[in-house]
Protein backbone atom coordinates (compact mmCIF):
# COMPACT_ATOMS: atom_id res chain seq x y z
CA UNK A 1 0.00 0.00 0.00
CA UNK A 2 1.11 3.50 0.78
CA UNK A 3 3.88 4.73 2.77
CA UNK A 4 3.81 8.14 3.41
CA UNK A 5 6.76 7.84 5.85
CA UNK A 6 9.55 6.69 3.36
CA UNK A 7 11.39 8.40 2.02
CA UNK A 8 12.01 8.22 -2.14
CA UNK A 9 14.78 8.82 -4.03
CA UNK A 10 13.85 11.05 -6.54
CA UNK A 11 15.34 11.97 -9.76
CA UNK A 12 15.27 15.13 -10.78
CA UNK A 13 17.67 14.92 -13.49
CA UNK A 14 20.61 12.26 -14.41
CA UNK A 15 23.85 13.85 -15.59
CA UNK A 16 23.92 15.92 -18.68
CA UNK A 17 26.37 16.42 -21.36
CA UNK A 18 26.35 18.39 -24.59
CA UNK A 19 27.75 20.27 -27.11
CA UNK A 20 26.24 23.71 -28.94
CA UNK A 21 27.12 24.66 -32.62
CA UNK A 22 26.37 27.47 -34.66
CA UNK A 23 26.58 26.40 -38.26
CA UNK A 24 28.69 23.02 -37.37
CA UNK A 25 31.29 25.62 -35.40
CA UNK A 26 31.47 25.73 -31.95
CA UNK A 27 29.97 28.08 -30.03
CA UNK A 28 31.85 28.91 -26.80
CA UNK A 29 30.91 30.95 -23.71
CA UNK A 30 27.60 30.72 -24.10
CA UNK A 31 25.42 30.24 -21.09
CA UNK A 32 23.50 26.95 -20.54
CA UNK A 33 20.81 26.76 -18.14
CA UNK A 34 19.02 23.77 -16.33
CA UNK A 35 15.83 23.92 -14.69
CA UNK A 36 14.14 21.17 -12.96
CA UNK A 37 10.76 20.98 -10.86
CA UNK A 38 9.21 18.43 -8.82
CA UNK A 39 6.50 19.50 -6.11
CA UNK A 40 7.65 17.17 -3.69
CA UNK A 41 10.71 19.07 -3.28
CA UNK A 42 10.95 21.98 -1.37
CA UNK A 43 7.47 22.84 -2.03
CA UNK A 44 7.84 22.96 -6.15
CA UNK A 45 10.55 25.66 -6.01
CA UNK A 46 12.33 25.80 -9.34
CA UNK A 47 16.04 24.58 -9.02
CA UNK A 48 17.60 26.70 -11.70
CA UNK A 49 21.47 25.93 -12.40
CA UNK A 50 23.86 27.47 -15.30
CA UNK A 51 26.72 26.81 -16.55
CA UNK A 52 29.44 27.59 -19.11
CA UNK A 53 30.30 25.95 -22.63
CA UNK A 54 34.22 25.55 -23.50
CA UNK A 55 35.71 26.23 -26.40
CA UNK A 56 34.40 23.49 -28.17
CA UNK A 57 31.13 24.76 -26.94
CA UNK A 58 30.95 21.67 -24.55
CA UNK A 59 28.84 21.54 -21.26
CA UNK A 60 27.71 19.45 -18.40
CA UNK A 61 25.44 19.31 -15.45
CA UNK A 62 25.98 16.72 -12.29
CA UNK A 63 23.21 14.92 -11.63
CA UNK A 64 20.65 15.93 -9.39
CA UNK A 65 18.84 12.91 -6.92
CA UNK A 66 16.77 14.27 -4.26
CA UNK A 67 14.51 12.36 -1.68
CA UNK A 68 11.47 12.87 -1.05
CA UNK A 69 8.23 11.24 0.61
CA UNK A 70 5.60 12.29 -1.99
CA UNK A 71 5.73 9.33 -4.02
CA UNK A 72 4.46 6.90 -1.34
CA UNK A 73 1.38 9.11 -1.05
CA UNK A 74 -1.95 8.83 -2.36
CA UNK A 75 -1.55 11.82 -4.13
CA UNK A 76 1.59 12.54 -4.82
CA UNK A 77 2.72 9.37 -6.89
CA UNK A 78 2.42 10.40 -9.92
CA UNK A 79 3.53 13.53 -9.82
CA UNK A 80 5.84 14.86 -12.83
CA UNK A 81 9.35 15.99 -12.60
CA UNK A 82 9.96 19.19 -14.94
CA UNK A 83 13.14 19.32 -16.83
CA UNK A 84 14.32 21.47 -19.39
CA UNK A 85 17.62 22.90 -20.87
CA UNK A 86 18.28 25.52 -22.70
CA UNK A 87 19.88 28.60 -23.74
CA UNK A 88 19.56 32.35 -24.46
CA UNK A 89 21.70 33.91 -27.74
CA UNK A 90 19.97 37.42 -28.98
CA UNK A 91 16.91 37.48 -27.07
CA UNK A 92 15.83 33.80 -28.45
CA UNK A 93 15.61 30.50 -26.26
CA UNK A 94 16.80 27.55 -27.94
CA UNK A 95 15.07 24.64 -26.12
CA UNK A 96 17.51 21.41 -25.81
CA UNK A 97 15.65 19.63 -23.75
CA UNK A 98 12.02 19.87 -22.55
CA UNK A 99 10.06 17.15 -20.86
CA UNK A 100 8.15 16.52 -18.23
CA UNK A 101 8.96 12.73 -16.59
CA UNK A 102 7.99 10.26 -13.55
CA UNK A 103 9.90 11.02 -10.39
CA UNK A 104 12.11 7.58 -11.46
CA UNK A 105 15.20 7.07 -13.49
CA UNK A 106 14.41 6.15 -17.26
CA UNK A 107 16.72 4.64 -19.03
CA UNK A 108 15.99 6.38 -22.90
CA UNK A 109 15.60 9.49 -21.43
CA UNK A 110 18.69 9.50 -19.57
CA UNK A 111 20.74 8.01 -22.34
CA UNK A 112 19.80 11.15 -24.34
CA UNK A 113 20.47 13.87 -21.98
CA UNK A 114 24.01 12.28 -22.46
CA UNK A 115 24.12 13.60 -26.21
CA UNK A 116 22.61 17.01 -25.79
CA UNK A 117 24.65 18.45 -29.23
CA UNK A 118 22.29 20.99 -30.55
CA UNK A 119 23.25 23.33 -33.86
CA UNK A 120 21.27 26.40 -33.04
CA UNK A 121 20.45 26.48 -36.84
CA UNK A 122 18.12 23.40 -36.29
CA UNK A 123 15.10 23.23 -35.86
CA UNK A 124 12.76 22.74 -32.87
CA UNK A 125 11.11 19.37 -33.06
CA UNK A 126 9.16 16.87 -30.84
CA UNK A 127 10.29 13.41 -30.17
CA UNK A 128 7.89 11.11 -29.17
CA UNK A 129 10.27 8.44 -27.23
CA UNK A 130 8.56 4.64 -26.67
CA UNK A 131 9.81 4.35 -22.72
CA UNK A 132 7.43 1.62 -21.85
CA UNK A 133 9.68 -1.21 -21.35
CA UNK A 134 12.14 0.85 -18.78
CA UNK A 135 8.73 2.17 -16.57
CA UNK A 136 8.11 5.61 -18.86
CA UNK A 137 5.39 5.90 -21.19
CA UNK A 138 4.92 4.38 -24.68
CA UNK A 139 4.56 8.52 -26.20
CA UNK A 140 7.61 10.19 -23.88
CA UNK A 141 7.42 13.61 -25.11
CA UNK A 142 10.98 15.83 -25.55
CA UNK A 143 11.11 19.12 -27.10
CA UNK A 144 14.50 19.88 -28.73
CA UNK A 145 16.49 21.45 -31.29
CA UNK A 146 18.65 18.69 -30.87
CA UNK A 147 18.26 15.99 -33.31
CA UNK A 148 18.23 11.63 -32.24
CA UNK A 149 17.43 9.34 -34.21
CA UNK A 150 16.49 5.45 -33.14
CA UNK A 151 14.14 2.59 -33.17
CA UNK A 152 12.34 4.02 -29.90
CA UNK A 153 12.49 7.58 -31.35
CA UNK A 154 9.42 8.97 -33.24
CA UNK A 155 10.30 12.56 -34.43
CA UNK A 156 7.13 15.43 -35.50
CA UNK A 157 7.95 18.58 -37.26
CA UNK A 158 4.79 21.02 -37.04
CA UNK A 159 2.69 17.94 -35.62
CA UNK A 160 3.63 15.98 -38.26
CA UNK A 161 6.22 12.52 -38.66
CA UNK A 162 9.18 12.97 -40.34
CA UNK A 163 11.53 10.51 -41.51
CA UNK A 164 14.36 12.74 -41.80
CA UNK A 165 15.74 15.89 -40.88
CA UNK A 166 16.19 16.71 -44.58
CA UNK A 167 12.62 17.12 -44.44
CA UNK A 168 12.26 19.89 -42.57
Not at 17 to 29: F, L, N, Q, S
Not at 83 to 91: K, M, N
Not at 97 to 108: A, D, E, G
Not at 115 to 132: F, G, S, Y
Request: glycine content about 8%.
Amino acid sequence: MFNMFKRYQVEMSPEVRGRITDGGEPVAGIQVARTLLYEGYQNGKEQLEHTTTDTNGRFSFKPMVVKSRKPGGIFGQNLPVLQAVYVERDEQLFSLWSTSKSWKSIQPLADLMLQLNCDLQDKEVQHLINATNYGGLPRQSVTSICHWQGELISTYYNNELISSYDEI
